[in-house]
């Protein structure tokens, strides 16, 4: 331990714990890999449903070209609409 010096230690410490920290900013990301939304648990049991999807801001871009809020509203249109809306990407449509 003699060899290494506190400066060659804080060195070698800081750089892997950025290099883990910030690896994750500049690698891309593979979206097809990300789960498709979980529609079953929003579709309604009883036929007179009323959709109560949560404000919440978390895009969804459909095969139709149509930007959801959120995955509720892309599932509860799918399941009004039909099979034929399909799911695309998260984020923004465009």
């Not at 399941?79 to 449509?93: Q, R, S, T, V």
Request: aromatic content about 20%; overall charge positive; hydrophobic content about 30%.
């Amino acid at each position: 331990m003699a060899a290494f010096s506190y400066r060659t230690i804080f060195f070698l410490v800081s750089s892997t714990l950025a290099h883990t920290a910030f690896s994750a900013f500049f690698k891309p990301r593979d979206t097809n890999k990300w789960p498709k939304p979980p529609c079953k648990m929003y579709y309604p049991l009883d036929p007179s449903y009323t959709s109560e999807c949560p404000d919440v801001i978390s895009y969804v871009c459909a095969t139709n070209g149509h930007t959801y809020q959120n995955e509720c509203f892309f599932c509860v249109d799918q399941w009004e609409l039909g099979p034929h809306i399909k799911f695309y990407k998260y984020g923004k449509c465009g």
